[in-house]
């Protein structure tokens, strides 16, 4: 039986966590608050990563938890999780410094995109499992100086069959992980306008005429511009049918956004605890702040804001697990977690004062990586056509 199933209390027509998730949830927030923050705290504020020597004993302790690459299925050395698993561990696995980009800095490995699984056994064993045994990295190429929320239309990199080969003529922008990542997934149109003119291919990073340029953006992670001139890749290294790479892009990031949704909570979470333990502990014009109005208002919007947003994305992965169309589930989820989360570090920041923006704290990288989430994986504004175009066409 299905894991999101077992979580339907059939007695009282209740859903409820599953208890073995229960249980991990426990597992990954002991590691996390303890193991690997001990690490990161040695680390300057605005790393993105953990020097291999410190990593290695941290990645070696997720192996044996059973956690490693989570996406990835067990056929294939990872974790197995499905989607509402992969929620609750992405919320705790996001709670440290870099956690928004990098969670818990790599402990658990880092997955392949999960549509390299639905490529060819050669593919997969030159690409989907090296990177699952040996953590070689990967990014997915798909916005483009013309545009990335609406990429059916904007996509223009082409990609022209000559011989045994395609060759790549064109730009993709805001591509995270780019320049230490050995392959990637890129987008391009073989044929005419419109989705069905897209398709995937497989690039190495070194393959001559592929450049990359970082675009400094205000987080400390920054995405890159790759430049394709000339770029000739092997027939071999088209990653399903032509024609067939809209659908293999929108399989990856409808399923990223509930990882994705769920680690802003994690994060909201982790900076409302921060908060709260202020709040009882400072002392300002006679009384502690936890004692005003003003404060214990700010604090009970945040709670409140956040169980509902966890709900949402509580309810998003459920439908995905039971095989259900949630396009528009993981929309909602998107906007919802991205904005409450913003919305919570913010007042979090209030609350804290002068701490709060100092980087004594994590809650500034988190307010400015956290701005980015709003933009990243769809901007708000084109979810909500999603969710409109739904509710006007009477889809709920």
Request: proline share 4%; charged share 25%; hydrophobic share 40%.
């Amino acid at each position: 039986m299905d894991r999101a199933v077992e979580g339907m209390d059939r007695s009282f027509g209740a859903w409820t966590m599953p208890d073995e998730y229960r249980e991990m949830q426990r597992l990954v927030r002991r590691f996390v608050q303890g193991d690997v923050r001990a690490v990161e705290d040695t680390l300057p504020h605005d790393a993105t990563s953990c020097p291999a020597d410190k990593l290695a004993p941290l990645q070696e302790k997720a192996k044996a938890m059973g956690l490693w690459c989570v996406r990835t299925p067990e056929a294939y050395g990872g974790a197995g999780l499905n989607l509402l698993g992969q929620a609750v561990w992405a919320e705790e696995a996001k709670q440290v410094r870099m956690g928004l980009y990098n969670a818990a800095m790599g402990a658990f490995g880092i997955d392949p995109p999960n549509v390299i699984w639905e490529g060819n056994r050669r593919q997969i064993e030159a690409y989907g499992l090296p990177g699952v045994e040996k953590g070689t990295k990967c990014f997915v190429a798909i916005s483009e100086p013309s545009g990335g929320a609406d990429p059916g239309r904007s996509i223009q990199l082409r990609a022209e069959k000559v011989g045994g080969k395609y060759v790549l003529n064109g730009s993709k922008m805001w591509i995270t992980g780019a320049a230490k990542a050995d392959w990637g997934i890129v987008y391009a149109r073989t044929g005419g306008r419109g989705r069905s003119g897209i398709s995937s291919f497989i690039v190495d990073r070194d393959t001559p005429g592929l450049s990359i340029r970082e675009i400094p953006v205000i987080r400390a992670y920054s995405p890159y511009e790759l430049h394709f001139d000339n770029v000739e890749v092997p027939a071999e290294n088209l990653l399903g049918a032509e024609g067939q790479g809209f659908q293999l892009a929108e399989k990856w990031l409808v399923d990223n956004r509930i990882q994705y949704s769920a680690g802003t909570l994690g994060v909201a979470q982790a900076a409302l605890d921060i908060a709260v333990k202020w709040a009882n502990e400072r002392e300002t014009f006679g009384s502690k702040l936890a004692d005003k109005q003003a404060v214990q208002w700010m604090l009970a919007d945040s709670e409140m804001e956040l169980r509902a947003a966890r709900l949402v994305v509580y309810d998003a992965a459920w439908r995905g697990d039971r095989g259900e169309d949630f396009k528009l589930e993981a929309s909602i989820a998107k906007v919802t977690a991205t904005e409450t989360a913003g919305r919570i570090v913010d007042r979090c920041m209030q609350i804290l004062g002068g701490l709060g923006v100092s980087k004594e704290l994590p809650l500034e990288r988190w307010y400015r990586e956290l701005r980015i989430h709003r933009i990243g994986e769809g901007p708000s504004e084109v979810h909500r056509m999603v969710v409109a175009r739904n509710v006007l066409n009477g889809r709920r």
